[in-house]
């Protein structure tokens, strides 16, 4: 190709789907600019037909080509979940696939295979893979006729774990507390499963603690009594806020505020000082120094040898 004396030469010809009648070529040259092609030979075996090495000569010009711009677009990693990841594209790209996106390990730039999907008509898209937590990842798009700029990158982060779980004083709500920042969760239980005495409780919705965002709260549509209290979860919806999905709990005990030493467990993992438990079990149960003792010593808290000890009955550790 031939323009003001500059010969550019051709990235990649292909040939189209009809016996040769068309060809496809590919250059990197600036754009709104107009150019004229030049085919001066073109190589062709015809061993069918018995002639030996022929070709076939093709004198140009070709009517002249205007290359158009390319559509720049701004192309951003809006959310990242345990599971999939959403593009937001200015101004919308139609019909993207696996064709033109690829999303691959940074580590190593290993492939990964992804479902692309989008309901907006381009402006959006979103990539659902099994990403592993802890790593990180690449994006690339490539269409002709559109610039995506440099390969995105996003990370999804180690899964959190629990670290302590108890019931409000009122018993209407479990506090559910993890090592790491918590997503917003879902408004449904969302694979909680909690049960008092072997009897499943149903829990109304899930909330995050604006305060804490280390703590998420189970609503319950009724109040707790004073039974044994376990939780499970069965993974699939809530993440931490770097999008490290919370894998499965297996059944661990509740710490029951409704009972004496369901309170002071749930004091102790709220990192209250021993005077701090005391004064409230003594405020709320109204024990006495003997009565202290026992969810005192229970929790981990002592010895007391000023206190008197009177009977003890054997006790079960929560969390």
Known sequence: MDTQGVEWHPEFVAANDDDGLSYTVWFDVPVEQTYSIDVRAVRVARLDVGQEDPYWQFIGPAPDI?????????????????????????PAVADLSEEHIEVALAQ????????????????????????????????RIEKPGYRFGEPLA?????????????????????????????????????????????????????????EDTRQLRLHLEQALNEGDLTLSYAPGVEASTDAGPLEAIETVSV?????????????ALQEQTVAEVATKLVTR???DADGLLEPLLAIGYGPFPRLKRSGRRSLRRGL
């Open 108 to 139: 190593d730039g290993s492939s990964v295979s992804a479902a692309i999907y989008t309901a907006d008509n381009g402006a959006t898209y979103t990539l659902s893979a099994e990403y592993t937590p802890g790593n990180t990842y690449a994006i």
């Open 66 to 90: 205007v290359v158009p711009n390319w559509v720049t677009v701004n192309v951003l990693v809006s959310q990242v979940t345990a599971g999939e990841v959403t593009l937001a594209l200015s």
């Open 285 to 287: 149960f109204a024990l």
């Open 255 to 267: 710490a029951n505020q409704n009972t004496v030493l369901g309170t002071a467990f749930a004091l």
């Open 154 to 210: 996003f990370s999804i982060g180690t899964s959190p774990f629990l670290t302590g779980a108890w019931t409000n004083a009122e018993g209407t709500a479990v506090v559910l507390r993890f090592n790491k920042d918590m997503a917003e969760p879902s408004d449904t239980p969302g694979g909680f499963t909690l049960t008092e005495d072997d009897i499943p409780q149903p829990i109304q919705d899930v909330t995050r603690n604006p």
